[in-house]
């Protein structure tokens, strides 16, 4: 089992910065994938950022050069930076985990953290 708690959430204003954090329950290192989705009011959730255990970063292209996914392996902990963030950002912002065992695989969710970004 992996459990995963966000934390970094809250109010900003267009054009301001925020981090996320994701502190996993196990050594990271033991997760192939991990990273963050959003799901905004009446939407579906949506990738925002995954990185693998080689570090390899993918992005949506609603987020691509604006925010920044990377790990902290000693702490066990992913981040996402997000800059010049947009009323369009606001969402329930959940990290990711996905953990392959043999020939099957479990993903693992966190309890989500609200970004708000005021226009």
């Known amino acids: 089992q992996v459990q995963l708690v966000e934390s970094g959430g809250g109010l900003v204003q267009a054009g301001e910065s925020l981090q996320l954090s994701c502190a996993a329950s196990v050594n990271i290192n033991s997760i192939n994938t991990m990273g963050w989705y959003r799901q905004a009011l009446g939407a579906q959730r949506e990738l925002v950022a995954v990185i693998t255990s080689g570090g390899k970063p993918n992005y949506a292209d609603s987020t691509k050069g604006r925010f920044t996914i990377f790990s902290d392996n000693a702490k066990n902990t992913v981040y996402l930076q997000m800059s010049s963030l947009k009323p369009e950002d606001t969402a329930v912002y959940y990290c990711?985990?996905?953990?392959?065992?043999?020939?099957?695989?479990?993903?693992?969710w966190g309890q989500g953290t609200q970004v708000t970004v005021a226009s």
């Open positions: 990711y985990a996905k953990r392959y065992y043999g020939m099957g695989s479990s993903d693992y």
